[in-house]
């Protein structure tokens, strides 16, 4: 992409890769369904949230660019959108300062959400500092060691499933329960969807910068095949929350039905491109299917 000046602030704006935040909102918004349907929504707390997922999304961003392009991993027949130090738009050292100054905004924002709801956690906030650090430390370790052998799907289903949702669940409500565990499942497997199809994408590239992910170590079919699970499975764990009387059954056909239409269209275009950069276009076609699941979900949930 021309005409961007090294270390400006649309250089800054690429880096951050914005359409990735989606992952980031949707299981604060499922969360704050939740303490919305018992009643006990905590608005700024749910904003702080948001903000502090967004600001390690971006920082898991940076650190990504920044790693990546140290090993080598960038190269030019690289498939996805560009990246700002591949490119030259970022300085490795002044990604580095982004790096840290991310990442100490992020925890500040953490902290004056914890502050807000510190006198009626059980823990004395002891518990949530104690998983903020887990979302730092794995900000690292993802990029650098654990995606290059295969764990990216559990990590995603742990940092954008079961600790996002719970975690603001119990920041606005200071307790758990099994629908929240449920929900947190969800979101996290609902979200995998967007891993794997870039995974499935840049297989090959992968399997020459020995990057073990799935795909690589089970094949192109194996990835085509679980994309489609993983949004299959999303769509029928919401049963159990009709179940629960969670959602309704109106709520659960409108999220859950929708969602899965949507999601077997594109599939079905994935499996018809299978290779090249034609699949950025499945990447955002899934980015709308996830926000649209994760807000109907949430409406269902709420009403």
């Known amino acids: ?15 951050a890769r914005p359409k990735t935040l989606t992952g980031a909102l949707i299981p604060v918004m499922l969360g704050t369904a939740l303490a919305f349907h018992e009643g006990q929504p905590h608005w700024l707390t749910a904003f702080l949230c948001g903000l502090f997922a967004c600001g390690m999304q971006i920082a898991a961003n940076f650190i990504n660019d920044w790693y990546d392009f140290k090993k080598g991993t960038d190269r030019e027949d690289r498939l996805g959108p560009e990246r700002a130090c591949a490119q030259g738009w970022v300085s490795l050292k002044a990604m580095k300062i982004g790096i840290t100054v991310t990442l100490v905004i992020s925890c500040l924002i953490g902290l004056t959400a914890l502050f807000l709801e510190v006198n009626e956690l059980k823990y004395q906030g002891w518990e949530i500092i104690a998983i903020g650090a887990l979302c730092v430390v794995f900000c690292f370790l993802y990029t650098t060691y654990l995606s290059y052998l295969g764990w990216g799907d559990l990590l995603v289903l742990v940092f954008f499933g079961i600790i996002p949702v719970c975690g603001t669940y119990y920041l606005q409500v200071h307790d758990l329960s099994l629908a929240v565990l449920l929900v947190s499942v969800i979101s996290g497997v609902v979200i995998d969807t967007l891993l ?25 079919p194996f990835g085509r095949y679980a994309y489609l699970l993983l949004g299959v499975v999303s769509a029928l764990l919401t049963i159990f929350l009709l179940i629960d009387g969670t959602v309704s059954i109106y709520g659960f056909i409108v999220s859950a039905g929708v969602y899965l239409t949507l999601h077997y269209h594109t599939w079905k275009k994935m499996c018809e491109i299978r290779c090249g950069k034609k699949l950025n276009s499945i990447l955002g076609e899934n980015s709308r299917n996830m926000l649209l699941f994760g807000i109907l979900l949430s409406l269902a949930i709420v009403c």
């Open 1 to 15: 992409m021309s005409g961007v000046k090294r270390n400006s602030l649309k250089a800054w704006w690429l880096a």
């Open 196 to 220: 794997m199809v870039n995974n499935y994408r840049d297989r090959e590239q992968d399997t020459i910068s020995g990057k073990m992910t799935l795909v690589v170590r089970f094949g192109e």
